[in-house]
């Protein structure tokens, strides 16, 4: 437990305003050294604003700040890290024409005595880092090549490399697997010994009851409680904070387990080729209809290339048959694949979810035009209803339909992505990890939509690196790794050590 000192980074009654609306309200919020304070709340409760004003990104309306016990000033990035302050952010700030040391030492560059950039030195700095977060890839890599969860590491690394003296995290999990998932708490715990600061916001509950000494609640922009983390009964208790009321964590009945079905998907000797080599090597399954059918790996095991696949934007050479509802499809196009049935919820919502600067019901109604009533001749009123029943129904906290999508929080964002396509009604519903930077209110509700969908008849495949999202919502689990089918578990063999095991290399 950590000792009680003076903070490294103290805000008192911090308050910021966007909008007319109040995003903080009289926050206080303090770390010290050689300890993890842990920040939850739902999507949109402050948590991302108090930590960019702590990253001098926002200027607060009101309220102090102190470094180390002196009155400070964070008016801008290089105030904050001239304080000792650094930041993991949730949405990543990479540049995607450079490659990952270069992305790490961005603006910091090693110098030779000579005054060159000491490109060496930098390579060897940022692969020492990377191994230690699990990163499987050359760090001479272009970061645009990457997927999500690889460039979170190189995020990750940036900010470890700064030398701070307070580290904010937040979400750094969000895109990893459990077995990277681990290797970063583990490290987490190593800078804490080192006396070092950490600011821990996670939806994911059991890092913050793994990890915290303390843990501070936010909920509408305001702080509700900060506990010591004996204080906490459970993450239950926790979430009830959060949300102003009793939570149930959703449970999988038994009873919802298909029985024997007709097969909607047969994947027959998939193999995804880039210029070098197979990215998913002779993979094989059998989907059925109203079945939930997880996909498990690690980072790079190919579990978005089989959706991607399935989907028909796949940018790979394809070998192997995808065989849907008895008939061959080699889709070419997104919109093939909607016509006949298909939905995909991809693991980016920010770049292929959504259309950011268009309102919540054009992002609705997008995939679904064909299907609207009325269609060729619409009316507008009917297709404003049409989509303001599926806002409801997908719960999405909005105030208007005619909004921008980007001015929703994540976890909103995230339902009114899986929103539009269930407007679709679709037969199968591909979702890549569905729940990423999720809060566990907004979780449940997901979780609730994709149960429904099954129930109704909807062939459900998850990817997932959460190994407890796929064994409460799956019927049956393929493993994979390094772009191999590795084995497919029943739901009566479901276990997080047979499930990190049959991942690992």
């Not at 930098?122 to 990457?146: D, E, I």
């Not at 976890?411 to 899986?418: E, F, T």
């Amino acid at each position: 437990m950590a000792t009680v000192a003076t903070p490294l980074i103290e805000a008192e009654g911090l308050s910021i305003s966007f909008n007319g609306s109040a995003a903080l309200s009289g926050v206080d919020f303090d770390v010290a050294a050689g300890e993890i304070h842990a920040l939850v709340g739902e999507n949109g409760a402050g948590k991302s604003s108090l930590m960019k004003i702590l990253g001098g990104l926002y200027t607060p309306d009101a309220g102090s700040i102190r470094v180390r016990g002196e009155a400070t000033r964070l008016v801008s990035v290089n105030d904050a890290a001239l304080a000792g302050v650094a930041i993991i952010h949730q949405e990543l700030n990479l540049v995607d024409t450079l490659s990952a040391v270069d992305n790490i030492f961005l603006g910091k560059e090693l110098r030779t005595r000579f005054g060159f950039p000491d490109r060496r030195a930098m390579h060897a700095a940022a692969t020492k880092v990377l191994a230690q977060l699990g990163f499987r890839v050359p760090p001479s890599a272009l970061v645009g090549t990457l997927r999500v969860g690889e460039k979170q590491l190189v995020e990750i690394a940036k900010a470890l490399l700064a030398d701070a003296r307070v580290l904010i995290m937040d979400e750094p999990t969000s895109a990893l697997s459990d077995t990277e998932t681990q290797a970063l708490l583990t490290l987490t715990r190593d800078l804490r010994e080192r006396g070092m600061g950490i600011v821990l916001i996670s939806h994911r509950l059991g890092e913050v009851f793994a990890v915290a000494d303390r843990v501070t609640v936010l909920r509408d922009g305001r702080r509700i409680a900060t506990l010591q983390m004996p204080q906490v009964e459970s993450s239950a208790a926790l979430v009830s904070m959060m949300i102003g009321k009793d939570f149930a964590p959703p449970e999988r009945s038994e009873a919802e387990a298909p029985r024997e079905r007709a097969c909607a998907l047969d994947v027959c000797n998939l193999t995804l080729w880039n210029a070098a080599r197979a990215l998913v090597a002779d993979v094989s399954f059998a989907v059925q209809e109203g079945e939930v059918f997880g996909i498990s790996g690690l980072l790079g095991a190919g579990k978005t290339e089989i959706l991607e696949a399935i989907f028909g934007v796949s940018p790979y050479r394809r070998d192997g048959e995808i065989r849907a509802a008895g008939h061959a499809h080699a889709f070419d196009s997104p919109d093939r694949a909607a016509a006949a049935g298909l939905a995909f919820v991809t693991e980016d919502r920010k770049k292929d979810g959504l259309v950011l600067d268009q309102s919540l019901e054009a992002n609705l109604l997008l995939p679904s035009l064909s299907r609207a009533p009325g269609f060729p001749f619409y009316r507008r009123g009917k297709l404003h209803a049409w989509a303001d029943a599926q806002a409801h129904a997908s719960n999405v906290k909005h105030r208007s339909l005619a909004q921008d999508a980007s001015t929703l929080s994540g976890g909103n964002q995230q339902k009114l992505i899986i929103g539009k396509w269930l407007m679709t009604k679709p037969r199968l519903l591909l979702l890549d990890e569905p729940t990423r930077g999720v809060d566990v209110a907004a979780k449940a509700e997901i979780y609730r939509q994709i149960l429904a969908a099954a129930r109704e008849g909807v062939t459900v495949i998850v990817a997932s690196s959460e190994i407890d999202e796929l064994m409460l919502l799956g019927d049956r689990i393929l493993v994979m790794c390094e772009g191999r089918a590795r084995g497919i578990l029943p739901r009566e063999q479901f276990s997080v050590d047979a499930l990190v095991r049959m991942a690992s290399p």
